[in-house]
């Protein structure tokens, strides 16, 4: 793995729901690990040689551990399968030290944290974090039924269990996740912090919109991507590199990124779904046909800048930054 790696042992495995195990990570040689903020994930060199993002689910004050929690998908291209069936306690990985794209606005005088299944890991972590120092915050957490909702047991234990509601899609009416009533709630000062399936995220931030939410009290993480890059009907295009003026042919069964690849030229990346960043790359001209999970609406209408792992153009031309 790149700079910023890390060499780390797997102390624990455990399954904390049906279909999902957690994963605390230690160092190989005993030394405390990088501080994290909550809400920070890492990248996590999976068995199967994949990359893959895993939010950091433990209470962020800790430096003896980092705690991953990985949910067996069925459509999984080699991740979280390799994970669950090759991973076990003892074995070594290679990790990238913590970064955060979905941090706490330290300008927030409230805190509304939404989790859809799996997307508890970084609202869990922001939870800890807030009680910690006393912030105001209301976790709403809802999954599809009892039995596939990971971490009940620590957070009926924990200190602010009390602002905590949990949701099952298959328990009775009255605890079901009231979204209209629950958007309602707008404030000044009150933010937002959603993560889940890409349905439960829609769902959430469409609300939240069409509630009156400003898109600067909103802040959210997918924490994976439906494959986007490739669709019927996809024409190919020219990218430019600006700094030699020479031009390279994207066809349409090919990403930029490969490409690129394919012409020599190397574009950093991890996830290569449209979802951590990592291959953020400036547009200087021609319109980007935005396929990612990653920047904002605002920043996708800007079109100065794209992820070329799974975005394309909508121009017969881009120039890019490289
Ligand atoms: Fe993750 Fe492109 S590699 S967004």
């Not at 944290?113 to 915050?137: D, K, Q, S, W, Y």
């Not at 439906?226 to 042919?249: C, H, K, M, N, Y």
Request: hydrophobic share 40%.
């Amino acid at each position: 793995m790149s700079a910023g790696s890390l060499d780390v042992r797997v102390a624990r495995k455990s399954v904390e729901a049906e279909g999902i195990c957690s994963f605390e990570l230690v160092s190989v040689d005993g030394a405390p690990l990088p501080s994290f903020s909550a809400g920070s994930h890492v990248d996590v060199r999976t068995p199967g040689g994949a990359t893959r993002q895993y939010s950091l689910c433990n209470d962020p004050r800790e430096t003896h551990r980092y705690l991953i929690a990985v949910l067996r998908d069925a459509a999984s291209r080699g991740g979280s399968l390799a994970m669950h069936e090759q991973l076990r306690e003892g074995d070594r990985l290679a990790i990238s030290t913590p970064k955060n794209h979905f941090a706490l606005d330290p300008a927030a005088r409230s805190h509304l944290l939404l989790a859809g299944g799996i997307g508890i890991t970084p609202l869990l972590c922001m939870a800890e974090r807030l009680a910690n120092v006393g912030a105001e915050f209301a976790l709403h957490y809802a999954a599809r039924s009892r039995a596939r909702m990971a971490f009940v047991e620590r957070i009926e234990r924990s200190a602010y269990a009390a602002r905590v509601q949990l949701h099952f899609d298959d328990g009775p009416a009255v605890q079901r996740l009231d979204l209209a009533k629950l958007l309602a709630g707008r404030a000044e000062g009150r933010h937002l912090y959603v993560c889940g399936p890409k349905g439960f995220m829609d769902a959430v931030l469409g609300g939240a919109r069409a509630a009156g939410w400003p898109e600067a009290q909103l802040h959210y993480e997918f924490f994976s991507a439906e494959p986007q890059a490739a669709r019927g009907g996809d024409a190919g295009f020219e990218v430019q590199l600006a700094s030699s003026g020479r031009i390279v042919t994207v066809p349409a069964d090919k990403t930029v990124v490969r490409a690129l690849a394919d012409a020599g030229v190397t574009v950093a990346t991890s996830c290569e779904q449209g979802v951590c960043g990592t291959c953020l790359t400036r547009v200087i001209e021609g319109r980007p046909d935005h396929r990612d999970l990653y920047l904002t609406p605002e920043e996708q209408a800007a079109g100065d800048q794209f992820l070329p792992c799974c975005s394309r153009a909508e121009s017969a031309r881009l120039v890019l930054d490289l």
